[in-house]
């Protein structure tokens, strides 16, 4: 299981970005996928988190992020709205699958002020 983070960037303060997060291999039953961010000397921490129809997200990301899934593309999205400066941080996709925990690369997301 392989999972493929892309949409990263360098963004002003107030805009937008849309990460996507993409699982493939084989038999793929993905029980939960979500988001995970880490910033720059700060502990790994939960952004968005779809688990069988169910959304959560983190305090700090709500009412400005959206996390979406298509089933049919296995991939899952990050629409992230106003974005601040201390979202700045590397951004992991994260998914269980048939019982085991697989991460992707991470995505570097920069939000100059």
């Known amino acids: 299981v392989q999972l493929q983070a892309s949409g990263g960037g360098l963004v002003q303060a107030g805009g937008s970005l849309r990460l996507s997060c993409e699982a493939s291999g084989s038999q793929l039953h993905i029980d939960a996928i979500g988001w995970y961010r880490q910033a720059p000397g700060k502990q790994r921490e939960v952004v968005a988190a779809?688990?069988?129809?169910?959304?959560n997200y983190g305090d700090s990301v709500k009412g400005r992020v959206t996390i979406s899934r298509d089933n049919a593309k296995n991939t899952v999205y990050l629409e992230m709205n106003n974005l601040k400066s201390e979202d700045t941080g590397v951004y992991y996709c994260?998914?269980?699958?048939?019982?085991?925990?697989?991460w992707g690369q991470g995505t570097q997301v920069t939000v100059s002020s």
């Open positions: 994260s998914a269980l699958i048939g019982g085991q925990g697989y």
């Open positions: 779809i688990s069988r129809g169910t959304t």
